[in-house]
């Protein structure tokens, strides 16, 4: 069982960027598919971004050219930096790790607790 801590959120204006990290242990993420999905208040958890253990990234059409995920698979962490933010980008953002590659479709996977991104106008 892999278990996932994000970090990185915060409070932030419109404009602005943040960085988030997501730090894997118990198992290596470097077959794994990685993602990143968001859940603002009253809404239903949605993708985000995701990249699989080769490398292909996929982006939700309301971030791309914002955000970028990347990952570290010798530091066994994955990141997303968040450009450009905006207020509609406020959510708890969560991470998630996909050991049968099906990201950015969504099967069976280990989440984090999540962390807070509050963008303010």
């Known amino acids: 069982q892999v278990q996932l801590v994000e970090s990185g959120g915060g409070l932030v204006q419109a404009g602005g960027s943040l960085r988030l990290s997501c730090a894997a242990s118990g198992r290596t993420l470097s077959n794994y598919a990685m993602g990143w999905f968001r859940q603002a208040p009253g809404k239903e958890r949605e993708f985000v971004a995701s990249i699989k253990s080769g490398g292909s990234t996929y982006y939700a059409d309301s971030v791309k050219g914002r955000f970028t995920i990347s990952r570290d698979n010798a530091k066994n962490t994955v990141y997303l930096q968040m450009n450009n933010l905006e207020p509609a980008d406020t959510a708890v953002y969560y991470c998630?790790?996909?050991?049968?590659?099906?990201?950015?479709?969504?099967?069976?996977?280990?989440w984090g607790q999540g962390t807070q991104v509050t963008v303010s106008s």
């Open positions: 998630a790790a996909d050991p049968m590659g099906y990201l950015p479709h969504l099967g069976p996977v280990s």
